[in-house]
């Protein structure tokens, strides 16, 4: 999935992933898209239910070698 812009979470683990992604999608214009790279397994339940809370669209995740790519659409 082609993404707008891409925040790196490694070695984060929960809050930090979604604090993180909260801080930068309030720079991203509506409809842009958002990638997350983290390796807290955490993220595939906290980004879908940040983003049903928040009114975001959450796209879906990837996940490769240990690492979850989530991708969030801003609303």
């Known amino acids: 999935m082609k993404a707008d812009m891409t925040i ?36 595939k339940q906290d980004m879908p239910n940040w983003a049903k809370m928040t009114r975001n669209e959450f796209l879906g995740i990837e996940e490769e070698n240990g690492r979850y790519h989530v991708f969030v659409r801003k609303s």
């Open 8 to 43: 790196d979470c490694l070695g984060l683990y929960c809050p930090m992933p979604i604090v993180n992604t909260a801080k930068k999608i309030k720079d991203m214009q509506a409809g842009q898209v958002l990638e997350v790279v983290a390796d807290d397994v955490g993220i």
